[in-house]
């Protein structure tokens, strides 16, 4: 094929570099450049049409972009400008409705006036606090719902949760001009309502409503231009079309639009949108006919040119499948990884591949054409190698080949595995010996590795304290057992079972052979992610208790298993019972101890009604001798003297409830009840240590799951210990007094909870001692055993609440201390109101 012809006016060195190029290209490649070039140029120009067109396109689709935008933001700026000048002038009605007396038929006037220059508003309501309509104007263009049993749908209600109630609430609230949602009125139409407060001496006296038509200012307030422009539409938060420019045909969808532009409603932001829409007036690129016809002349061009290709395709076939052997023989021997020697009969070297002299460090000159020894044979190997060569000769070579040493030019050695086959020749005679050689150094490495490895995991699992076993969960086959499992349940696959709890999958047994796989059909790659929750099982003939923990993996072999490790936990569960135990006994036992301390104030709360007692029966049996006392007399003693018994009654039966050993038991329980019972016993000792006790609980608080005797302990040694530090230091009258206060408390850390606190105005604690207030057998006190504080936060945390302790300061002096803490709140069950009053408080002086 002749080069082709120069241009009209080149430049000798790109012509002359251009013919050089072309005179040393072979025919096949001048021949396949003079095919190529013009298919090349012919898909060129195609895609410069296409391109061409697409850029038009998207251009004109970019400019209606922006077309739908700026009409949006107009109608959005026309809207929002007549509802602010709307809500102003509402807002001037507003101010003189209630504080100048507006009667009725005023605000219909004013009303009249108003609805008569604003098609969009269908009608102004005035309401009262109360919601109860004092005077209401429709338009002249709506009708008035005349249905006086139902409330109107478009006027708040309490209790309904409407759009127009929350509007309300909100106005109520702000005390500013409030938007509602959009909704449908009673005809159907979807309207929003603007509810305006209205105040008489700063308290709220109701709210000024007008509801506008969303179809009526879809209508009046978008510009025409815009409108026949462009569609206008209003949506609401959920992008239901409420109102458009354009009304769809009766029982058809609107067509969505390619070219839509969005912008809430202002100044109402009350969830609805104004939407633009747009559409592109010229045909698409497939509708295009010259682009049509531009892609079937390039069709045709190409379709010619590919048939002139392959008919010179055909022309160099012979010449191609002689290139492709030599280039595919060639390819295979640099590409194999594995080296290739070929020997004849007497063990000269007649072949070597390039993986054989890269494998070896030795060029080919250096190989082909010698007798053994070989150059890579290692001396010390050299009498071993030659045995071996023998046995390839005579073809007594092991099918599985031979594992030797082979030394690298360099000196170094590496493992190697070679396999022998005989090279036979057309005439079917033997020629030579084929041998390949594949490097094993590091498979054979990997290999012992793994088997160190499988040595070390085997040791550590059958180390284990804790029983390992391996399931199949099909056949229900023991696939693995560790020392421990053996030592426990032997061989069988029992104990695996008994300890699963029936949870391996498949029903194991040669009765049923039906019986269907509990996990089929269930991904095997989710089930070996997937992990259980460890339980804890008895085992009745061991007499062990075990933590169990199971998941599903995949075995060896690919069939799903479940592992199971079970550890012994029988002495850690008698630890934690004692543990219990003790902590029970501890608790009873500073009961006991607070009311040895206790006992001198007991004594005297009893003395009391006693000596009551006494007097009033020494004066009956001496007025009864003298006959001096009549019966009434007689019978209202005898009723003062009962009075006196059952109050010795009452304190001996409330520090018996206190003291009385019994089993912890959390059930839910009043704080105030707890209270109540903590401060009666607290005051014996408030009032002989003349400490004064004001108590604050809130109403309303919830239920607590607790144990009441154990939290009546903690607020009773808390309150003790708040007496003994203000008697210690002999503070005033003025500073005797502790404040108890319950409150409910809510904060990210703990959520719900009640808040107990115990403030005094004594001297404090120590900054050095507050860090071990809480340790066991530590006291402030001289005389203190240091069990009461740690033992009371450890029952506050066995609730899962909280204790802390701080000082109070005025300035750098400490004035006081407040001991406080936190209770979860049950959230099974809520606590009924006790008062009306959202918070009480009860107060006792001793």
């Known amino acids: 094929m002749p080069p082709p012809q120069a241009p009209a006016a080149p430049l000798p060195s790109a012509q002359r570099f251009l013919d050089g190029w072309w005179r040393r290209q072979s025919l096949s490649r001048q021949d396949r450049f003079a095919t190529l070039a013009p298919l090349l140029s012919v898909l060129l120009f195609l895609a410069a049409i296409i391109s061409a067109f697409w850029y038009l396109r998207n251009e004109e689709t970019e400019r209606e972009s922006e077309s739908v935008k700026r009409d949006t933001e107009i109608t959005q700026q026309q809207i929002g400008l007549h509802l602010i000048q709307n809500q102003e002038h509402l807002i001037r009605m507003a101010r003189e409705l209630v504080p100048q007396g507006t009667s009725a038929d005023q605000f219909e006037q004013q009303a009249q006036t108003f609805l008569r220059e604003r098609p969009e508003v269908t009608h102004l309501t005035w309401l009262d606090a109360r919601r109860q309509v004092k005077a209401t104007h429709w338009a002249m263009l709506y009708e008035v719902n005349s249905g006086a049993d139902q409330p109107q749908p478009t006027l708040p209600v309490a209790g309904q949760p409407s759009a127009a109630e929350a509007a309300f609430r909100a106005a109520r609230e702000s005390r500013a001009p409030v938007y509602s949602r959009a909704f449908a009125d009673s005809t159907g139409a979807a309207v929003f309502q603007l509810y305006i407060p209205l105040s008489e001496r700063n308290a709220y006296a109701g709210a000024l409503v007008a509801e506008y038509s969303i179809e009526s200012l879809v209508r009046h307030f978008v510009p025409p231009d815009v409108a026949q422009r462009h569609m206008i539409s209003v949506l609401d938060e959920n992008k239901h079309l409420l109102a458009a420019t354009i009304t769809a045909m009766p029982g058809q969808a609107s067509r969505r639009s390619p070219l839509f532009s969005d912008a809430p409603l202002t100044p109402a932001l009350n969830g609805l949108r104004l939407r633009g829409q747009g559409w592109r007036t010229s045909i698409g690129l497939v509708n295009n006919t010259l682009f049509w016809m531009v892609v079937a002349l390039a069709i045709l061009t190409v379709w010619m040119l590919l048939g002139s290709w392959r008919h010179m395709r055909r022309r160099s076939q012979i010449q191609g499948a002689l290139i492709a052997e030599t280039n595919f023989r060639r390819a295979m021997e640099n590409s194999m990884p594995t080296g290739m020697r070929a020997m004849d009969l007497e063990g000269r070297i007649t072949y070597v591949n390039a993986a054989f002299c890269q494998m070896t460090g030795f060029a080919s000159p250096d190989m082909v054409g010698i007798l053994p020894p070989y150059p890579y044979w290692p001396p010390d190997r050299i009498e071993e190698n030659s045995r071996l060569l023998q046995q390839e000769l005579q073809g007594r070579s092991p099918s599985g080949g031979i594992e030797v040493k082979v030394m690298r030019k360099d000196g170094s050695l590496f493992d190697a595995r070679m396999y022998v086959s005989p090279l036979i020749d057309p005439k079917g005679q033997q020629t030579g010996w084929m041998t390949s050689v594949t490097n094993i150094t590091e498979a054979k490495r990997i290999r012992d590795q793994l088997s160190a490895s499988h040595e070390r995991f085997t040791t550590v699992l059958e180390g284990l304290d804790a029983s390992v076993s391996v399931l199949s969960v099909q056949q229900g086959e023991l696939l693995f057992a560790n020392r421990s499992y053996r030592l426990w349940f032997g061989g069988d696959a029992g104990g695996h079972q008994l300890m699963a709890g029936g949870a391996v999958g498949a029903v194991v047994g040669t009765d049923h052979l039906d019986e269907v796989d509990g996990l089929s059909g269930l991904p095997t790659q989710d089930l070996t992610e997937a992990g259980t929750h460890p339980r804890e099982v008895y085992v009745e003939s061991l007499q062990k208790w075990f933590d169990v923990r199971s998941r599903y993996l995949q075995w060896t072999d690919g069939r799903l298993a479940q592992m199971l490790i079970a550890t012994d936990i029988t002495s850690r569960l008698r630890a934690e019972e004692q543990a219990a135990a003790q902590a029970e006994k501890a608790q009873v036992t500073s009961r006991l101890v607070t009311m040895g301390e206790m006992a001198s104030s007991v004594a005297h709360e009893l003395n009391q009604p006693l000596t009551a007692i006494t007097n009033y029966c020494n004066g009956m049996v ?223 002086n001793s």
Not at 649 to 674: L, M, N, T, Y
Not at 766 to 786: C, H, N, Q, V, W
């Open 622 to 844: 001496s007025r009864v001798k003298a006959a001096t006392i009549q019966q009434d007399d007689l019978i209202a003693a005898l009723q003062k003297t009962a009075r006196q018994a059952e109050r010795a009654g009452q304190i001996i039966h409330r520090i018996r409830a206190f003291v009385k050993r019994s089993e912890p038991q959390r059930q839910p329980a009043q704080a105030r009840q707890i209270v109540e019972d903590a401060v009666d016993l607290a005051g014996i000792e408030l009032r002989r240590r003349h400490v004064a006790i004001h108590t604050y609980v809130a109403q309303r608080l919830p239920t607590i799951l607790v144990d009441p005797i154990l939290i009546e302990q903690v607020v009773l040694n808390l309150l003790k210990n708040a007496a003994e530090a203000i008697d210690s230091a002999q503070l005033p009258p003025a500073r005797r007094h502790i404040e108890l206060r319950v409150v409910p408390r809510h904060t990210a850390e703990e959520g719900g909870v009640i808040e107990f606190s115990v403030t005094d105005m004594g001297p404090g604690i120590k900054d050095e001692m507050i860090d071990r207030l809480y340790e066991a057998f530590f006291s402030t006190k001289p005389e203190g055993l240091g069990i009461g504080l740690s033992l009371c936060r450890s029952i506050v945390e066995s609730h899962r609440g909280r204790m802390r302790a701080q000082n109070l300061y005025n300035g750098s002096q400490a004035v006081g201390c407040r001991f406080s803490f936190t209770l979860p709140v049950d959230s099974s069950a809520r606590t009924e109101a006790a008062a009306t009053s959202p918070e009480g408080e009860t107060s006792t």
